[in-house]
């Protein structure tokens, strides 16, 4: 056990973050620098994807949310879509007996029906399989934008207002959350994005409005335990206002 694990472990419970949401970014750039082909980064970012829910499990977080595969990416050369969402079958298939080991419940958002068939079966049946784990709660967002969540939410509230079964005056905050793909969670407290840059590229959009962002240099496959978790204890270190002063926020400790 790291020092920075053992330095999570003695923080109160309400003091560490309950969901952490990841852009991983740098696959592409990281195989190229090796002159390699694209894939070639995302096979090695599988790992990373191995250290990052074990790490949160091992940190005592609830939600991680994975940004696998944005409605964009469909726009990317076929013969990489192909082997990401190939890529994406072999991995949950792989995976499974880690997940049931380590009491990992497995879910995920985004137009899922978009994907190859093979993808859904796969998907379909790691959720099946680990429902009742009561762990890390991991979630791939696939074929996902926050954009696209957003406006299926408001088809949905459409659909309930046509049908009278809602009224203008029932929308809030509350249900505006509760129509989102990620109902039932709590929004992300740390958004980490890896590879350098500087963009939130239309991931959750709506949850991510008080979290706490972190960009990092380190390119997808690199990202290891240490640096998760030196980013939660520096998350700690942060004083989040939500909306509130400082003052406020110290007298209400």
């Known amino acids: 056990m790291t020092d920075r694990l053992q330095l999570i472990r003695t923080l109160d419970q309400n ?3 309950r969901h952490i949401a990841i852009i991983m970014d740098g696959n592409g750039r990281w195989a ?20 990052a829910i074990e790490g949160c499990g091992e940190a005592g977080i609830d939600f991680l949310t994975l940004y696998a595969f944005s409605t964009e990416n469909w726009n990317r050369p076929k013969e990489e879509v192909n082997a990401l969402t190939s890529l994406l079958v ?10 049931m080991r380590n009491n990992v419940r497995l879910t995920a958002i985004g137009a899922l029906t978009d994907l190859p068939e093979d993808c859904q079966e796969e998907l379909r049946g ?32 459409a659909n309930k207002l046509a049908k009278g079964s809602l009224s ?16 039932g969670m709590p929004d992300p407290d740390i958004l980490i994005r890896t590879g350098g840059n500087f963009r939130i590229s239309n991931f959750l959009l ?4 008080y979290a706490e962002l972190f ?13 998760l978790w030196q980013i939660i204890l520096d998350f700690v270190d942060r004083e989040r206002r939500f909306g509130k002063t400082g003052e406020q926020v110290a007298n209400h400790q």
């Open 15 to 17: 003091k560490k973050p």
């Open 168 to 183: 203008q005056e029932d929308i809030n905050n509350d249900l505006v959350t509760g129509n989102l793909s990620t109902s």
């Open 90 to 99: 072999k991995t949950i298939h792989l995976e499974l007996d880690n997940l």
């Open 215 to 227: 960009f990092t240099p380190t390119q997808w496959p690199d990202f290891n335990k240490d640096e």
């Open 126 to 157: 790691a959720i099946n399989h680990t429902a009742e784990n009561s762990g890390l709660t991991a979630t791939l967002a696939l074929s996902y934008s926050g954009r696209w969540e957003i406006t299926n939410m408001v088809r949905k509230i």
């Open 32 to 51: 190229k620098e090796r002159g390699k082909e694209r894939v070639y980064g995302h096979q090695h970012g599988v790992q990373s994807v191995r250290n």
């Open 206 to 209: 709506w949850q991510i409005a």
